[in-house]
């Protein structure tokens, strides 16, 4: 989906972070995979939680 090579670990966890919930929701575009990766790129606190109709970003205040 996405064309990007990780260089780095924290690179190939974040794009695992995305091609979970790709494998869930067949309908995910290109666009919204990008936008999550993007999201996770800006902090190591943000997370991506997702359910069966809705998928979120969150930004942790109290870890």
């Known amino acids: 989906m996405i064309n990007i090579t990780p260089r780095t670990y924290h690179e190939v966890v974040r794009l695992q972070k995305c091609y979970t ?3 869930h929701y067949t309908d995910m575009t290109e ?3 990008n936008r999550i990766y993007r999201f996770l790129a800006q902090s190591e606190r943000n997370a991506v939680v997702a359910n069966r109709h809705i ?8 870890w």
């Open 21 to 23: 919930p790709a494998s």
């Open 31 to 33: 666009d919204a995979f």
């Open 55 to 62: 998928i979120s970003t969150c930004f942790p205040t109290s």
